[in-house]
């Protein structure tokens, strides 16, 4: 079985200032990915980043990074000069294997003008 | 343009009625999901299908049902026997194994 767990149920930051979102993971699989999502007030869920486990660099996506530590199972979610829009629940999750995706409960983000 | 359509995005159901919750995607996507989503949890997977005509249970099955009979389309019926059916329901599918899921937009389910 595999779990992920975000410690953090809710989160704020001022405008243009960065933010970190915890995630951590268990699995007894070698191959795995690691995704991010983001659910705005409209509901819709968005991919915002995705990590491959065999890959030690960390991936980015413009103003979005993660700190990806295979070891310590933890995959942190980085924004940088953060918007207004980035307001939103956000979701950590996994996919073993082509197996189906498993979500954290989630992350709720306020940012402060 | 493609995606997935969920609708309808708000339905009320009367306790004892079974309701269908209709998705579709234009995605050429093998694989089709649906997840609940109570307030403040995460998603917690109902059924899934990789392939048309196979579905598999997921993690909260019980009260739910599905078909998956063309590529396009994976309707969630929400049976009489699910005792706490009022939800957010999403619908997703997969391109391909580990690139993560399209996701329709919802269908808020309410019993009254």
């Known amino acids: 079985a595999q779990t992920v767990t975000q410690s953090q149920p809710e989160m704020s930051v001022q405008e243009a200032e960065t933010v970190t979102l915890s995630c951590t993971y268990d699995?007894?699989?070698?191959?795995?990915?690691l995704f991010w999502y983001k659910q705005p007030p409209s509901r819709q869920m968005i991919l915002v980043i995705r990590?491959?486990?065999?890959?030690?660099q960390n991936a980015t996506e413009n103003r979005f990074s993660v700190n990806f530590q295979k070891a310590a199972k933890s995959f942190s979610l980085k924004i940088s000069d953060s918007q207004l829009g980035d307001a939103a629940m956000y979701f950590c999750?996994?996919?073993?294997?082509?197996?189906?995706?498993?979500f954290g409960e989630g992350t709720q983000l306020t940012v402060n003008p | 343009d493609g995606g997935i359509t969920q609708s309808p995005k708000y339905l009320f159901r009367k306790e004892g009625q079974n309701v269908t919750l209709s998705c579709e995607q234009n995605?050429?996507?093998?694989?089709m999901y649906w997840y609940r989503q109570d307030p403040g949890q995460g998603l917690r997977l109902i059924y899934y299908?990789?392939?048309?005509?196979?579905?598999q249970k997921g993690d909260i099955a019980e009260g739910y049902s599905v078909s998956r009979e063309k590529k396009e389309s994976f309707p969630l019926t929400v049976t009489s026997a699910q005792k706490n059916p009022t939800a957010f329901y999403l619908c997703?599918?997969?391109?391909?194994?580990?690139?993560?899921?399209?996701f329709g937009s919802g269908t808020r389910l309410t019993v009254v």
């Open positions: 997703a599918s997969r391109r391909k194994a580990n690139y993560g899921y399209t």
């Open positions: 699995t007894s699989e070698s191959d795995y990915y």
């Open positions: 990590q491959e486990a065999y890959k030690q």
């Open positions: 999750a996994l996919e073993t294997s082509g197996s189906r995706l498993t």
């Open positions: 995605l050429n996507h093998d694989a």
């Open positions: 299908s990789q392939i048309v005509n196979d579905f």
